[in-house]
């Protein structure tokens, strides 16, 4: 019987983040993502599941170890560090144009980072790439990437 258990048990990899629902503080969570993932690719299978996976994904609370299921719709953002994520560029992948932003979140929280994105020569204004498709946006930091769900932004700055 334990072999069949074996056999039917989907194998997952879990990925520490810090993850901020709406109207709650961040805290760090465990999530799970098809294995095998390779550590640089982590980044985009996140930003996949919360833009494709299920309505309600499940998690594990690293500060209490309780497990819960949260909506994707409810994520205001998720921030993953670079350095468990990459080969040791900031980055492993190449961006044609870079902006620094400041964004306002509903929650009255503000976020300091930049878009990094390639675009045809029409559309490269940050007004483009906050238009594009997909529910979250990619902010990035020195240290992090932040996953941030677009219907929670209030606006965004550009900085010089």
């Not at 640089?40 to 299978?45: A, H, K, L, M, Y």
């Not at 390639?118 to 990035?140: C, H, I």
Request: charged fraction near 30%; include cysteine; glycine fraction near 4%.
């Amino acid at each position: 019987m334990k072999g069949e258990t074996e056999f039917l048990r989907v194998r997952k990899q879990n990925v520490a983040v810090d993850l901020t629902l709406a109207g709650t503080a961040p805290r760090q969570v465990e999530l799970f993502l098809a294995d095998p993932v390779r550590p640089e690719d982590r980044r985009n299978q996140v930003l996949d599941l919360l833009e494709k996976g299920m309505p309600f994904l499940p998690a594990r609370d690293l500060g209490s170890a309780r497990w819960e299921i949260f909506s994707r719709d409810a994520v205001l953002w998720v921030r993953i560090p670079l350095a468990d994520l990459s080969t040791g560029d900031e980055t492993d992948e190449l961006f044609d144009i870079r902006q620094k932003v400041c964004v306002d979140l509903r929650s009255s929280e503000r976020l300091q980072g930049e878009l990094l994105w390639s675009a045809e020569e029409r559309s490269t204004r940050v007004t483009d790439y906050m238009n594009s498709e997909g529910r979250f946006f990619r902010l990035w930091q020195e240290e992090h990437v932040f996953l941030v769900n677009k219907s929670y932004v209030l606006r965004v700055i550009e900085d010089p």
